[in-house]
């Protein structure tokens, strides 16, 4: 950092806005002050020609908000656009990225890309993303691939690490040049200047009734709801000219060292702001005052870099690489806040739920529906993933808005998942439709199986079927020729009935029997169907072999289990003889904090269940599945009384934990259900390894990445480091011979502890109070009880046992498998021409490549896909379809050609090789023009 600000030459003001979609308010209440924000500024860019221009934020998602309601104002705003005066884009949304998928990302800026585009505009070179608490470590190569070589960010740098202008790197080498502002962040301009020439002060947020006449308007009649606040009717325009001159010399002497050119960035904006009417004014003044001094400009972001780049030495800024998450040593407001991930932890298991839906069955399923002659359904497909960016604005599903807020959340999570269930089933339902009756007849019943993942899958999975009655039916067999010993352990065979739908007659009634078995299937072919022909069975179907060897413990080929009188589980991994005991036990301690951060009552005290007495029942007896569970109630302070200590008056919670072993597996799989009786309190699960290690191992996006346990020192910094950090589909601790993973269903938060047992942490809770801020002075608690978590919780994750480290063991494809299990559905016969069994493609080749997405291109010409390589070393994807390829190609993320590949060989396969580190994308035109 230079020793003072004698440097500056340049003043770049840059007026904006930070547009929280919904934080403090609703949507639909937030968006009435959108609607003021664009009519005003709409107005003042119309009338005012000096005004350069108005910079909305990071994302787009606004635009389509605002026309909504003003659908008379797209005309202008398309105009402006056009213009470079009203500056959006490049994303759709800004989300808190930790909360979200990886392919969402991607998906947020072709989205945003579309959005610009689609007013006339376009989306620049500079990603502009203050909002997200830390940045993801891949994040430069895929702005890369969108054409954004700049990145502006505040949160996840510290101010020792680097100074405004830096190189970030992502871990395969691409780079972008950044800025983490300077010492006030996005807002330096706005408080330093704009506040003390119009309201006559700087920091202070003291509102003084009667100091204008602004007519403080708020309802009053205890019908209200969620806002207390008052708003002023005929806020005043009020400019000090006076004041001027020396307010942007202070601004100057205090940021100015942060730069490293002569180019200062002043900022001009503030959550939910508004364009300034007299900002021209502002500027003739201060050129008038100061131009002796500084070339101060109204400008945008875009030409801040121009000038910038001009004087930067790229070869003396510091390169800094991947994950961006450090704690604020020094300086204010530009805090990692890391507390997100664990807030409303049900919004994240929402989200993960429905980006499942899209991602992992919708997308893929209905690209093999449409290679095989399908509809690839593109406007539902669209509708699904706009309602689940448009929750990914980051105050919303980072979990820190206000009850209301979260509702709204919550409809469009379930909005999204049932467009994903509807595209599945569609595309299902089309296989099944036109697979050949050959060799069946009319009465035939068929079990057709759908594996979603480019992989070859044996797979133990539950079916439940409703079958027509048939005469001494007494169980049903599966059979197909690729696969023609199915083994079944019963569940339940009961009689039953169902209704049958037609869009030609009344709903009708089958009969039927309901059967729910447990069945082995083999070598389901990758990204695939295959249809099982049912047959009844006069014998009854009994479990006569199990996993079950004794009251409290299961063995299977691989691992053995016992569940412990506390509810714990104890495993033997059978290949290394490693043990570990007391696995999964819950601790919980006092939350003072909010939704960003936590904090400790000042004399805490902690709880943990490894004393409880649980009620331990074998469930489930099977040679494929067996399932013991545990119940127990876990005594925990029913809240955190005054914030010096937690309450003296104790709560119930009521916990059941069932523990589920398959054959085969080398996963216990468990679902955690805790009915949360208690407030102000973090609730974890743990697992002591008793792995000798100084390093955790996580999935992030697109990446693997290791971290230390150790936390580091952070004396005296204005920001403690903690011991928290995301992670996306699995963690894992390995000494390098054995290892144990968790795999959990959106569950994003863990620690691994520095303890003798090296014990490993995920949070299943994290309950505290909504306290939103206008400063940290001055905090609004509100009475909202939805982040408390109350209620009924589910968790569902697996322990996963092995040999050697995360690549060793296929980390990325267990979670991937464990996430997203086969899909079933019964069928008559079909009427058209399909085999009994056929695969899009298996990917091969390489021990750690991972596929994130397969669908249709947007453009509607062939199959996109994209994955990406963990590891430090090349690898080599190889490709085998099951239908005659053409051609095939290398793309960037935005799905824009690089590189034509070599002709297929044999028409059914290609391969190529895939960088460490590096995301891969391709485009694959099929022979005859499937899957266009």
Known sequence: MKPDSSHIKQIKVVSNTHWDREFRRSFERTRRNLLTMMDVTLDILEQDPEFASFTMDGHSIMLDDYVEMR???????????????????????????????????????????????????????????????????????????????KMMFYRGISHHEADAEWIWSAPDGSKVLASRFALYARYNWYYQVHRAVTRGTVFDKTYHWGEYDEVPFRLSDGLSGEDQSYGLLAPALHYDKSRLKQAILDMVEREGRHFTTEVFLAMNGHDISVAYPLESQVIRDAKELLGDRYAIEHTDLEKFWEEAQKHLQLDQLPVLTGERRSYLKEGMWTFLFPGTISARTYLKQQDFHATKELVAYAEPLAAL??????????????????????????????????????????????KAADIGGIVSEDAMGYIARNLSPEHLGTEATQLVVYNPLPVERTVVTTVDLELPRGEGAKSYSLTHEQDPSVQRQAVAFEKSSVFVDSIWEVPTILDSHRVRMHVELSKLPGLGYRAYRLQPQAQELRNIRTLVTGPDTMENQLLKVKVNANGTLDVVNKLTGKAYNNLGYLTDQGECGNAWKHVAPRFDRK??????????????????????????????PIDYADGNSRNTIMAELPVKIA???????????????????????????NFPTGLATDLSWADTHFDVLSRPIPIPD???????AGGTHPLQTFVELTDGKDGLALLPKGIYEYEAFEDDSRTLALTLIRACRIKLAVSEEKLTELPDQGIQCPG??????????????????????????????????????????LPSEAGLFTLTGGTALHVSAVKQAEDGSGLIIRLFNPSADAEQAAFRFGVPVMEAFRCKMDESVTEKLPQPADGFAFEAAVEPKKIATFRVIFAGGSGE
């Open 607 to 636: 709880y943990n269940s490894l004393g409880v007495t649980a009620q331990v029942a074998v469930t489930e007896s099977g040679e494929l599945s067996s399932t013991i569970e545990a119940s127990y109630s876990f005594l925990v």
């Open 71 to 149: 659908p008379e104002k797209r005309e202008l705003v398309e105009k402006l656009i056009r213009q470079g005066r009203l500056i959006v884009g490049p994303y759709y949304t800004l989300a808190e990225e930790f909360s979200v998928a990886q392919e969402a990302l991607v998906r947020n800026l072709m989205f945003g890309r579309r959005t610009v585009e689609s007013y006339g505009g376009q989306t620049g070179t500079v990603a502009y993303t203050p909002s997200s608490w830390g940045q993801t470590g891949q994040l430069p190569q895929i702005l890369r691939d969108f054409g954004l070589d």
């Open 792 to 833: 009924e919780q589910t968790f569902e994750y697996a322990v996963h046992i092995h040999a050697g480290d995360w690549r060793e063991a296929g980390l990325l494809n267990a979670a991937a498998c464990y996430a997203a299990p086969v899909r079933v559905a019964v069928s008559g016969r079909g009427q058209g021409s």
């Open 369 to 414: 529906s449409a290679v095989l002659g399908g509809e690839y359904p593109v406007r539902y497909l669209e509708r699904g993933w706009r309602y689940l960016l448009s929750n990914h604005t980051h105050d919303a599903n980072g979990g820190c808005a206000p009850d209301a807020v979260c509702l709204d959340i919550e409809y469009r999570y379930r």
């Open 714 to 720: 952070s004396t005296g910094w204005v920001e403690q």
């Open 659 to 685: 523990y589920t072993l398959e054959k085969g597996a080398s996963a216990v799989k468990v679902k955690l259900t805790v009915d949360n009786k208690a407030k102000d309190h973090w609730l974890r699960v």
